[in-house]
């Protein structure tokens, strides 16, 4: 069982940044895939970015590609999305989630899903 919980989010101008951070409990979190999704309203679940076990291979939506940034720690049990150049399409609730897929941009290749954080991007 993993459980996980997001930070970080907030408002922010178009241009800015955030950091978001997702921390884990629970066991062998670093056998997991860690991967970050968004919802925007009325929209579905898109995939954002992921991050296999050892931190080597990371995955990223188009939409985000060159702007954002999938780390993690398996020491501390975090995976954190660094976000520069928002734009106000990046707005959405943003979902750390985990799992042992090989599918890491399919929402229902995972296991456990934090409770999301809102980010909201002005124009």
């Known amino acids: 069982q993993v459980q996980l919980v997001e930070s970080g989010g907030g408002l922010v101008q178009a241009g800015g940044s955030l950091r978001l951070s997702c921390a884990a409990s629970g066991r062998a979190f670093s056998t997991y895939v860690m991967g970050w999704f968004r919802q925007a309203p009325g929209k579905e679940r898109d995939f954002v970015a992921a991050i296999f076990w050892s931190g080597g291979s990371t995955y990223y939506a188009d939409s985000v590609k060159g702007r954002f940034t999938i780390s993690r720690d398996n020491a501390k049990n975090t995976v954190d999305l660094q976000m520069n150049s928002l734009k106000p399409e990046d707005t959405a609730v943003y979902y750390c989630?985990?799992?042992?897929?090989?599918?890491?941009?399919?929402?229902?290749?995972?296991?456990?899903w934090g409770q999301g954080t809102q980010v909201t991007v002005s124009s």
């Open positions: 989630a985990a799992g042992r897929s090989r599918f890491p941009a399919v929402a229902g290749s995972y296991d456990y």
